[in-house]
């Protein structure tokens, strides 16, 4: 069997490229050890393994369904969903005092890729439910908290994010769903939600959902909605279910992919006696979401890149194995065949994959580490740095693997010719379910304008220029060494000129404008943050690989040559896309809906 | 009453190995290990005896370097109470392997010892039969069910033709087959809590028995590689090939 991901590579990235063992000397980690961190994500891969991934192709093949009364899914979600729980994963980063484990957020990632890989349309549950749940214990009262949090992170509970409506989805300030205080401490809901992911189903005894909704006579616009905890059922203060509350399915969405997390339509308050329960202060409802988010979308990301990474390893396992054709300089037709891997456009195929997945990974674990440095950090200057490098890093983490990685989904597919297209390989399912995630999240178009029209901005640009300073030390560091002195050159000229680009949109007064080409932007400095990373790999490659002698050896050596791919054949490319930047052109700001 | 499980670290059952160089055993330098499947079976069955009331303790034992500590922590992960390494970095084989831990057995004094029929790595399948042998106690080989009766275990054992069911009386050393459990996840929590379980590291020379080697393996090649298939025009030519080329009829 191959791998989901390599284990290899996580061992890599988190003890030789990020170091994760220093976070050990904070007190947080001090019950934790390098073992105790394998030992965790070898659980990790025995159930992903053997829960996840046996069922990833039944549950695709039998989506979720509806009879007016339930939902139903196959009784193989349920049941891997409770080992999931069982072996305690969802409550595996909290505090001691909430049951936790307290373990570092870059090794729950490093796990959770594995169950993402294995099967996103399940592992989509833990991770709504791990959001919801991270943001009531961000923002919950300490009777709110106590009221649900408990339950969420045993499994006996799941939960939802419902954002979106018919008429909201990017605009979220177009919502409608209202919120009507009463004198009784709650307030009464009403409106629909669309796209609800997980909306319901018979996994949990529970679902809470955490729903944005307008306060009538408060501010317009996106400071006027509020957020609210709003049970399926009632929860009494000993944590048994109370009367159902009024909140209904009004039916469910057929997707392209991510066929096991069932997608509803959900009404709230039909009868007006929905009840919410509003977390935080009114008003700051999208605030208290978009605090939580960074997380939330380092998550997508994840699960994106990981998507990709099993596509990758299982096209990589078919081009050893199938024999088709001859080396061009070969002209006996009688001789045998060569394995496709023999050929250089498969190579080529198979690089481009690696450097892309692998590069996506090493993003996604850094901005982990982020994550769980600013949790630990007591330098208040440390502190801002780090949140100013999240805050300008997750619209990448998120969208540049939801684009890149599914492109090597499609890559995948073509190693494995017609077979790739047909439904007997996993390769078409993961092409359809890594769809998703340049939709979902917010989409792709939206974090090119949130990129280039907030972040790139925020502070003065000072999020901008201190991600700029990290590439230098990189850089820097790579100047020292004679095999990566000249990518360090390369990507010293390639920052130059996105000083440049970026300076030209930001001095344009013409927002539109300025803001026409955004996506191209968010895709010219993605592809320059995974330069980045591929340099950083190779420092650490370069100062470790001294000694390793076979499967080691190899290890390293692919990592050099996906680095050396990604710099010859893929960052040239930003070139392109900055002199278009750069000139500010309207081609398609202009051109009007009825020329099109 | 007081189970000891012996277990063995091998390399990952889902790493393909490689043939050294030099032929002289497979590479295991930098590959990921994990405790033997059967082992893992053992320790499982001994940790649902233990919650079934039907046990007090369970105490494992492995010989090897000092990462066998690996293993042995996965164990009391599973459940079990504490452990014992054997830490040596000579080379080890079945015999020698049994007496260290016959040595053991007469120190800890478990009425019941379950191993693993056999470990992935060099499918010796012979420690718990010499252990038995040593020990002058009961043995059940290829356990798939075990029942214990007060002073008697009952075990059915995976034969050729069939199943078998065997009464010993106790101490006795049984072995498990795969269809014995399966394994529980090791959960997080109890990762944690197997740090602070009791690992003792004794020398093997304090135990005093002779574990050198008895066999001496001249040579280790991969096998060899399957050549293509071929396609017969009829049963007739099929019949003829078995019979004379393949001479399996
Ligand atoms: C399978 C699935 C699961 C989902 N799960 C959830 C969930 O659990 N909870 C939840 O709340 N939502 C969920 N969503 C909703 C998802 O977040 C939205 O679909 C997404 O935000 C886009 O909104 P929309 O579909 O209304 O598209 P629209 O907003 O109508 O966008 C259509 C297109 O227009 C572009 N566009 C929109 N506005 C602008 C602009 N200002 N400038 C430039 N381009 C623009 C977009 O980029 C997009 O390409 C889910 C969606 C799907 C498909």
């Known amino acids: 069997m191959t791998e989901l991901i390599k284990r290899r590579d996580i061992d890599f990235l988190l003890y030789e490229f990020l170091n994760v063992e220093q976070l050990l000397a904070h007190p947080r980690y001090a019950d934790h050890d390098r073992k105790v961190f394998d030992a965790i994500i070898d659980t990790a891969v025995k159930i992903a393994e053997e829960k996840f991934q046996t069922c990833a192709k039944d549950l695709d093949n039998n989506e979720p369904s509806f009879d007016g009364q339930k939902v139903t899914l196959i009784p193989q979600v349920k049941e891997a969903l409770r080992a999931f729980a069982e072996a305690g994963f969802p409550a595996a980063t909290y505090a001691n005092e909430q049951d936790g484990l307290q373990l570092p957020w870059t090794v729950f990632q490093a796990a959770m890729a594995y169950f993402h890989a294995a099967n996103i349309s399940l592992s989509a549950y833990p991770l709504l439910t791990g959001a919801a749940a991270n943001l009531l214990n961000a923002h919950g009262s300490v009777e709110q908290k106590a009221l649900y949090l408990p339950h969420m992170l045993s499994g006996r509970f799941f939960g939802t994010m419902c954002l979106s409506e018919t008429q909201a989805g990017s605009s979220l300030s177009d919502i409608r769903t209202r919120a009507e205080p009463t004198d009784q401490g709650y307030y009464l809901i009403k409106g629909t939600k669309m796209w609800i992911s997980g909306g319901e189903h018979d996994l949990a005894e529970n679902i809470i959902h955490m729903v944005l909704a307008k306060i009538p006579g408060g501010p317009p616009g996106v400071k006027g909605i509020s957020l609210f905890i709003v049970p399926k059922i009632h929860v009494q203060p000993d944590g048994s279910l109370g009367e159902r509350n009024d909140v209904a399915l009004a039916g469910l969405n057929h997707k392209m992919g991510y066929r096991g997390t069932v997608n509803t339509v959900m009404s709230f308050g039909e009868k007006d006696n929905c009840k919410g329960y509003l977390i935080g202060e009114p008003h700051k409802g999208l605030e208290c979401m978009f605090h939580m988010m960074n997380e939330a979308r380092i998550g997508i990301g994840m699960g994106a890149t990981t998507i990709g990474y099993a596509g990758y390893l299982y096209s990589l396992d078919y081009a050893r194995q199938r024999p088709q054709g001859r080396h061009p300089l070969n002209k006996n037709p009688q001789s045998p065949q060569v394995p496709i891997i023999e050929h250089a456009d498969i190579r080529r195929l198979l690089l481009t994959q690696k450097s892309y997945v692998e590069g996506a990974l090493a993003l996604q674990l850094y901005c982990a580490m982020l994550v769980d440095e600013q949790k630990i950090s007591a330098d208040t200057n440390r502190k801002q740095v780090l949140a100013l490098l999240l805050d300008i890093l997750t619209p990448i983490a998120k969208s540049w693997p939801s684009e890149f990685c599914l492109e090597a989904n499609k890559l995948a597919m073509q190693i494995l010719g017609g077979y790739g297209y047909t439904r007997e390989y996993p390769l078409e399912r993961l092409y359809r379910d890594n769809r998703l995630n340049p939709i979902h999240e917010g989409t792709h178009g939206i974090h090119g304008i949130d990129l280039l029209g907030r972040k790139v901005r925020m502070a003065g640009g000072k999020a901008f220029t201190t991600l700029l300073d990290h590439i230098r030390e990189t850089i820097r560091e790579a100047s020292g060494n004679r095999t990566l002195q000249a990518y360090a050159g390369q990507l010293s000229n390639t920052l130059q000129e996105v000083e440049k680009t970026t300076a030209v949109l930001i001095a344009c007064e013409n927002l539109n404008l300025s803001l026409a080409n955004s996506t191209i932007y968010l895709d010219m400095l993605g592809h320059v943050v995974i330069a980045w990373t591929w340099l950083r790999q190779a420092i650490v490659v370069a100062a470790n690989a001294g000694n390793a002698t076979g499967d080691d050896k190899d290890f390293y050596q692919g990592k050099l040559a996906a680095c050396r791919y990604f710099f010859h054949y893929e960052l040239p490319k930003t070139h392109g896309m900055m002199q278009l930047l750069q000139s500010l052109d309207d081609t398609c700001l202009n051109i009007t809906s009825s020329q099109l | ?249």
């Open chain 2, 1 to 249: 009453m007081k189970i000891l499980v012996p277990i063995k670290r091998v390399v990952d059952p889902n790493i393909r190995v490689r043939v050294k160089s030099d032929q002289t055993g497979v590479e295991t330098a930098n590959l990921k290990m994990a405790i033997n499947p059967f082992c893992e079976i053992a320790v499982e069955e001994a940790v649902r005896l233990q919650e079934a009331g039907k046990a007090k303790e369970v105490v494992l034992v492995t010989i090897g370097g000092s990462q066998c500590q690996d293993v042995l922590r996965t164990g009391m992960a599973m459940g079990a109470d504490r452990a014992i390494l054997i830490e040596t970095d000579a080379a080890l084989q079945p015999l020698g392997i049994a007496k260290l831990l016959k040595a053991v057995i007469e120190k800890e004094a478990p009425n019941l010892v379950i191993t693993g029929k056999q470990a992935i790595d060099d499918d010796n399948n012979q420690t718990s039969q010499m252990l038995a042998a040593l020990l002058g106690w009961p043995q059940g080989t290829f356990a798939s069910k075990l029942e214990l009766n007060g002073d008697h275990a009952v075990v059915t054992r995976e034969i050729d033709g069939g199943l078998e069911t065997l009464k010993l009386r106790l101490p006795a050393v049984i072995s498990t087959d795969l269809r014995l459990n399966e394994p529980r996840y090791v959960k997080l929590p109890n990762i944690m809590k197997a740090k602070k379980k009791p690992l003792d590291v004794i020398k093997p020379e304090t135990l005093g028995v002779d574990f050198a080697p008895r066999l001496k393996s001249l040579k280790v090649e991969e096998p060899a590689k399957r050549k293509a298939g071929i396609k017969v025009a009829n049963v007739a030519e099929l019949v003829a090939k078995l019979k004379n080329e393949a001479k399996v009829i």
